[in-house]
């Protein structure tokens, strides 16, 4: 059965694939989960992703990115916040500080998808997709 909550999904492939320390995993492709993995690669918590297949069979490969000799993955939590059940908007000003600055919040907004950090920056809120840290 598919899942109706594609974001929920793909968190979940990405912190399973950590926890066993997999080179890469591989995802769906969707808009919107192009669009997150795009900002975790340009905050650094991904080594990098591409897209395989065509047409309906389309999907992210995404390479995880790991610290040390004992290879301690970058990614050491990803939680969904906003649900199809229940969506979670903040304003500019209630837009949630992950850990004090360590982590992320990605979120939504009209202007596109980005980090809790840039939509600060440009006075925008919107709903909170998700926490990465």
């Avoid at 900002?39 to 490969?61: C, D, M, N, P, Q």
């Avoid at 390479?63 to 301690?72: F, N």
């Amino acid at each position: 059965m598919a899942s109706t909550d594609t974001i929920a999904d793909m968190l979940t492939r990405i912190r399973n694939a950590c926890l066993v320390q997999h080179e890469t995993t591989i995802v769906p492709s969707t808009k919107m989960n192009r669009n997150i993995v795009r900002v975790l690669a340009s905050e650094g918590f991904i080594a990098g992703y591409r897209e395989t297949g065509e047409g309906i069979r389309k999907h992210i490969e995404i390479a995880l990115k790991y610290k040390g000799r004992e290879r301690r993955p970058l990614i050491r939590n990803l939680s969904r916040v906003s649900r199809p059940g229940l969506r979670i908007y903040r304003n500019r000003k209630e837009l949630p500080r992950v850990l004090g600055g360590i982590g992320i919040a990605i979120v939504s907004t009209s202007s596109g998808i980005m980090t809790d950090r840039e939509a600060r920056k440009r006075g925008i809120g919107g709903e909170i997709l998700c926490y990465v840290w």
